[in-house]
């Protein structure tokens, strides 16, 4: 047997017991994280909502996860605007990858950083909130109503009335009880 011939054929095996070596600890090394659920974003449209027939307003709520893509989004009968449709969820999806408010972007065009405006395919307006579980953004929530300030206060309703990321985090975990 000459030796292209020994080498050839332990190249095979060899090949599989470095791919089978590498491939085992490659899979222990994936990371956990946690992620807005449907039920979780059902549950923060529902408060949402809750509060702004407590108002009488009409508009648009939407929760996204945290690249920014829509898991849930209500248009209420008689919304404010029609625009709000596209708006709330570009809102909640500005406030998810920005990872802070929407208004923050507004803020900014407002006091003179006007290449902001510049940014593709987001929304510079109040209304959209990051989701923040234990200091890590999984989603965010828009709401499209009557006013800037009318946004805020819905969006922020979302969380059930939560003051603290802890508080979120119930919320977004589906624990209400521990909330005023």
Known sequence: MNVGLRARQWIGPALVLIVAV??????AQLAEKKVL???AAQKMVVAAQLEAERKHLAGVIAVVDDGGWPILVLRMDHAAFVASVELAPGKARTAALFKKPSQALEDAINHGRTAAVTAHDFIEMQGGLPVVVDGEV????GASFDTPEHD???ARAGFGGADTIDEVAAVAQGDHKNLR
């Open 138 to 141: 999984i989603g965010g929530i």
């Open 37 to 39: 659920t449907l039920a």
């Open 22 to 27: 590498l491939s085992g600890p490659a899979s």
């Open 152 to 154: 805020v206060e819905i």
